[in-house]
């Protein structure tokens, strides 16, 4: 398997657009997170999935936050408008519930480093 | 809420030598806890992983022990060498399929 797969790896955008990340967990997995780090706060999580279903948002900063999962491959973190607070670096992982108990882990994907102008 | 710290942030060594990193927690009724490395500009990888039940959980060079009822875990690195050189992250999983709660990290150079 290729691993979680993020996409774009970069983007500089101005303050206003909208910016659209992508996701691609690992096949097989029914559990997606998006995290978002930045220097000051650390790793965060800001969304999570269950099949296809949002679990708990409550990470998520603001309303001009959304996050979709329209199948089990696909999973979209959008902005709009976008803020120079927004610029981080934003991670999705996936993991899978058939794991042994208590060895859960999740897998990461590259991330993708988001500047906001 | 669980909140996890890590100490010290940074970390500078001479090559060979031992050395020890600290992750904390305030909630001890922990699911697991992981040791994550991540190197600049990319993502994480996971080194290891201790159940709750476990104690410590060995790799190579890598040693990472849980005191659940302390609130600590610590992981040993033997015979440092500057390709150790990264951020090393503890998580928190609080139970199974749950997000992760990270601690902020601690960066570790490894001089030559």
């Known amino acids: 398997d290729a691993g979680v797969i993020q996409s774009p790896r970069h983007e500089v955008t101005e303050m206003g657009q909208e910016v659209t990340l992508r996701c691609k967990p690992i096949?097989?997995?029914?559990?997606l997170f998006w995290y978002r780090q930045t220097m000051m706060r650390g790793l965060e999580l800001l969304i999570y999935?269950?099949?296809?279903?949002?679990?708990?948002d409550s990470g998520m900063p603001e309303d001009r936050f959304s996050a979709k999962m329209p199948n089990a491959s696909f999973s979209t973190l959008k902005i709009q408008p976008s803020e120079p607070r927004d610029s981080a670096v934003y991670f999705c992982?996936?993991?899978?519930?058939?794991?042994?108990?208590?060895?859960?882990?999740?897998?990461f994907g590259p991330g993708t480093r988001l500047t906001v102008l | 809420k669980q909140e996890v710290t890590q100490i010290p942030a940074a970390l500078s060594v001479p090559e060979g030598e031992n050395l020890v990193l600290n992750c904390s927690f305030t909630?001890?009724?922990?699911?697991?806890l992981q040791w994550f490395r991540q190197d600049p500009g990319k993502g994480l990888t996971s080194l290891l992983l201790?159940?709750?039940?476990?104690r410590e959980q060995t790799s190579g060079r890598l040693n990472a022990s849980l005191d659940k009822s302390s609130g600590r875990s610590t992981l040993y690195i033997a015979a440092s060498q500057p390709g150790d050189s990264a951020t090393y992250l503890c998580?928190?999983?609080?139970?199974?399929?749950?997000?992760?709660?990270f601690g902020k990290g601690t960066r570790l150079s490894v001089i030559a």
């Open positions: 909630d001890s009724a922990i699911y697991n």
């Open positions: 992982a996936s993991s899978f519930t058939g794991t042994r108990f208590g060895t859960d882990t999740q897998y």
């Open positions: 201790i159940q709750s039940s476990q």
């Open positions: 998580a928190v999983l609080n139970s199974g399929n749950t997000p992760l709660v």
């Open positions: 096949s097989g997995h029914d559990y």
């Open positions: 999935f269950n099949n296809n279903v949002p679990i708990d």
